[in-house]
């Protein structure tokens, strides 16, 4: 028989067995129930999620890729599009757990302690997961339910703030954090996590004093350990950025001796040594601190940052040189770092653009920037906007340079000026300039090399650029030389591609034999040779040997300067800048066509900053152009505001004028236009509308009157560039055919309301580029390509999906007008008049294309890019009095037709504009 022995029972297991068992009943209000409430929701829901909740903080803290060459923020938290990426998706399921504990809480533990706990909780969780709006919505419900209690209703607030900080509702947010810091106030205690997120909130608002001072509290009484190294990094960083460098080393270095994460430690020990040399003054010694750091293998993931940071120490001292061959190391070691290579590509650009005046150079390194650099970096939009602009201030740099070379060599005895561009273009090219870079190429192919692979310097004397010395502006010259004339020998006529018969005999009967006028086809070498000499022969035919060629040099000089002061000024906002260009401009060319436009922009860029010049230019401009438009807006600021109600009347006014033109009312023409005159005498629609009544004269009366009318025109107006040269073209055809206009009863005949022309007024034929005739490259097969096809082997083309920048047989300049409800028909015959006054000989089009909200006028066709852009330039300074519509309800571009027939709506067009960034 067996012997059982019983355990006696433990009475404390009993009594929680049946606590236990009494908390799943249905709860009711009492001590034992709201006790057993306590006991559950603080251990088996409160204690684990937040337990959770530090498990996932620290795994994210892991997670999350810092930019530590911008001030960090202040909490670790992700983007919303974080979560997708971490592993399995175990981040979600730890807070989705939270989430469910905490309406646990909520729903079977309603009578315990910890519902303020459970909101909180679920509000994290849905913050950490990116749902900012639901998770400042509990928040705020936490705030409003238990403000009495100061501790959590501070905490509700400070979350709250940081979810509309992330919904980026800053304005929101600030005025949260007011009041959460009126409640701290009160409360007496320091609690780190308000004071650090208020600290962010300066940041955010540049107002970093105050961050360094919301920070130090928040660093002293913090209990995590990784948000205490983290603000104190912050700190240094802010520090630094105020130009404490003491106290950012000593913050830096506290950094440095914690337990920080690897990649922190390292670099508060980067900036720690650089801030070091900075406050020694000691010169940068590449064997000492710094270059340890390269032999040290623990480092060799940052050896790109590394000589970054040598980089930018020598940048602070002003050795440029140095600075930018660090910057290229760093790139080439940044193999992995995607952003450091990019931004070191930056600072040679920087270095190349603003120390080196290398402008060319500059560019390069800024698209190699755009195309290292991901689209989505914070910085992508303002860089690819300096790129852009850098082209545009490139350009006249260049116009600046090749003026100034053209001159010198002027100078120079006409014996020696061949030679001398002889010896300037000898050296042959060495590459094609690109802006692509390879994976892992350090430097641009763009930038070009001796034959010993130094890099060859682009520039001469103190900073300014010689022409003829720099490679890449040579090269472009060449290639824009035969992209226009293609391989042509040094010879008579060598702009003609094909030449008349008569020509043919010319030469043979001269002395030259059959044999020699058939060319035979051209080896590489001796195409080469003839592109060499033709370009001799241009740049000689291009020497400004006389005074009118000398001042023709000199105005194109002066017209880039000011372009380039006013880019700075109105597009960039940079009035340092652009008063320094302005300054050169008056230090070259003391008197120039400009002064009384430079004077006012000087006034206005000095004013508040140095009242003294400011006035002294004010003076200049009163003194000197009294009745300009900027004396007159210097004494009336209210003048441009009447002017431009004065341009909106005369254009409405023009409308009335023309529509009357256009139903043949030509007796109410002459008597509005004889009004209008009389009533803005000075306006600059003063020759259109004297055109009118001439053409309108021209169909009442006999040719007598209208050539009275004409020929009071061109003496009244001779400086006008639309209707001047026009009505010289009409009084030449009118003299050829005198004896035939004499007979007519009426001077003008068979009228067409949309291009109104003289009878038998021949057209041209052919369509010919706007200067001179482009050849006909008998070399060239035209093959149908498409598009795609194109694309992905030109790896010079790009494109948006839409949009491509393919080269083109066509191009269109085209005016955008926002309105569709307006009227353009006088602005199409403006439009007309200055085509055919100014290109008779081209056969220009203008078309009318309407879109829901858009209307395009575009005139049709250009060869190539270049005759479109030499429209567009001579077009620029007149559109303002074609166009019978305000200014702000139209713009210009130019496109290619193939890109032109995609265009359907404002959307597209926008689309185009911000792919192609400048109009091209």
């Known amino acids: 028989m067996k012997n059982y022995i ?156 940081k979810s509309q900080m992330e919904l980026n509702h800053l304005a929101y947010a600030d005025k949260v954090l007011d009041t959460m810091l009126r409640a701290l106030s009160v409360y007496k205690k320091n609690l780190p996590e308000p004071l650090a997120t208020t600290a962010q909130m300066r940041i955010y608002q540049s107002r970093n004093i105050d961050a360094i001072n919301l920070l130090t509290p928040a660093i002293r009484t913090a209990d995590n350990k990784q948000l205490r190294i983290r603000w104190q990094y912050v700190l240094a960083q802010l520090q630094e950025k105020e130009n404490d460098p003491q106290n950012a080393f000593i913050t830096y270095t506290k950094v440095e001796n914690s337990n920080a994460p690897f990649e922190m430690y390292f670099h508060a020990n980067l900036r720690r040594i650089k801030l070091k040399a900075l406050i020694s003054g000691y010169k940068v010694n590449e064997d000492k601190e710094l270059l340890s750091l390269i032999k040290d293998d623990k480092n060799l993931d940052y050896i790109d940052q590394i000589y970054y940071q040598i980089g930018e120490l020598f940048s602070t001292e002003g050795n440029y040189k140095k600075a930018e061959e660090n910057y290229l190391k760093s790139a080439k070691a940044s193999t992995k770092n995607q952003n450091q290579k990019a931004l070191s590509f930056l600072k040679i650009a920087d270095l190349n653009f603003k120390q080196f005046s290398n402008y060319i150079k500059a560019k390069a390194y800024y698209d190699s920037t755009m195309t290292v650099l991901p689209k989505t970096h914070p910085d992508y939009a303002a860089i690819a906007k300096k790129a852009n602009n850098l082209q545009y201030l490139t350009d006249r740099y260049e116009v600046i340079s090749r003026e100034d070379t053209l001159q010198m060599i002027a100078k120079l005895p006409a014996w020696q000026r061949e030679a001398r561009i002889k010896l300037l273009l000898k050296k042959p090219l060495i590459g094609v300039p690109t802006t692509t870079i390879k994976e892992n190429q350090s430097l641009p192919t763009s930038i070009f090399q001796n034959d010993d692979n130094t890099l060859i310097n682009l520039t001469v004397g103190n900073g300014s650029k010689f022409y003829f010395n720099n490679t890449a502006a040579v090269s472009n010259g060449l290639a824009d030389f035969k992209k226009r004339w293609g391989n042509r020998p040094l010879e008579d006529n060598w702009r003609q591609s ?176 004889v009004s209008s005159l009389t009533d803005f005498p000075s306006n600059d629609l003063a020759p259109q509308y004297a055109y009118l009544k001439a053409i309108a004269v021209g169909r009442t009366a006999k040719v007598d009157a209208l050539l009275t009318e004409f020929n009071a025109i061109v003496k009244t107006y001779p400086e006008d560039k639309i209707i001047t040269p026009l009505v010289e073209d009409h009084l030449k055809y009118i003299a050829a055919n005198l004896a035939e206009f004499k007979q007519r009863k009426l001077a003008l005949i068979d009228f067409d309301s949309a291009e109104p022309r003289f009878v038998n007024q021949p057209k041209p034929q052919a369509k010919k580029p706007l200067e001179v005739a482009k050849p006909a490259d008998s070399t060239k097969i035209a093959v149908k390509v498409d598009v795609k096809d194109l694309i992905t082997e030109n790896a010079g083309v790009k494109t948006d999906g839409v949009f491509n920048n393919a080269t083109s047989d066509t191009y269109y300049y085209v005016i955008d007008v926002n309105d569709a409800s307006l009227t353009l028909t006088s602005s199409r015959f403006g439009l007309g008049q200055f085509n055919r006054g100014n290109y008779p000989d081209n056969d220009l089009v203008h078309k009318l294309i309407e879109f829901d909200n858009d209307q395009l006028i575009y005139v049709t066709s250009f060869v190539d890019l270049d005759d479109a852009k030499l429209y567009e330039s001579s077009i620029k300074d007149q559109l303002s009095k074609i166009m019978k519509v305000p200014a702000s309800n139209y713009r210009t571009f130019i496109i290619s037709k193939n890109n032109f027939e995609k265009l359907t709506d404002r959307k597209r067009i926008n689309q185009y504009l911000e792919f192609f960034k400048i109009g091209y």
């Open 6 to 161: 019983q355990p006696n029972l433990n009475p404390l297991l009993f009594c929680i067995s049946i606590l236990l068992l009494y908390g799943c009943i249905t709860p009711k209000d009492t001590a034992v129930s709201r006790k057993m409430q306590n006991l559950t929701a603080r251990y088996n829901y409160i204690y684990n999620s937040k337990v959770l909740l530090s498990e996932y903080n620290e795994d994210l803290a892991q997670t999350i890729q810092d930019d530590y060459e911008k001030i960090l923020p202040v909490y670790f938290d992700p983007a919303p599009q974080i979560d997708l990426v971490l592993t399995a998706g175990t981040a979600n399921k730890q807070l989705d757990e939270i989430i469910t504990k905490g309406q646990t809480v909520i729903n079977d533990k309603s009578f315990s302690n910890y519902i303020d706990d459970a909101y909180m909780l679920i509000g994290k969780a849905n913050y950490l997961k990116g749902n900012y709006f639901t998770a400042s919505e509990y928040f705020d419900y936490v705030a409003k339910t238990y403000k009495s209690d100061a501790k959590t209703f501070i905490m509700a607030m400070n979350w709250k703030a």
């Open 498 to 673: 094909q030449r008349s018969s008569m020509q043919e005999s010319s030469e043979i009967l001269s002395g030259g034999d059959v044999a020699s006028v058939i060319k035979p086809i051209k080896t590489i070498d001796s195409a080469g040779k003839q592109n060499q000499t033709a370009l001799e022969k241009d740049y000689l035919a291009k020497l400004p040997i006389d005074s009118a060629m000398l001042a023709k040099s000199n105005q194109s000089i002066i017209d880039a300067y000011f372009e380039i002061a006013t880019f700075y000024q109105q597009e960039l906002n940079d009035k340092n800048e652009a008063n320094k260009v302005y300054l050169e401009l008056l230090n070259r060319y003391p008197e120039n066509n400009q002064l009384a436009a430079i004077y006012y922009s000087l006034y206005l860029n000095n004013n508040g900053v140095d009242q003294y010049k400011s006035n002294e230019y004010k003076q200049l401009v009163l003194t000197k152009f009294p009745n300009s438009d900027f004396a007159k807006t210097i004494l009336d600021p209210s003048y441009s505001i009447k002017k431009n109600n004065l341009e909106d009347a005369v254009n409405e006014n023009y409308n009335q004028v023309f529509n009357n033109y256009a139903k043949k009312d030509y007796q109410e023409v002459i008597k509005q236009t």
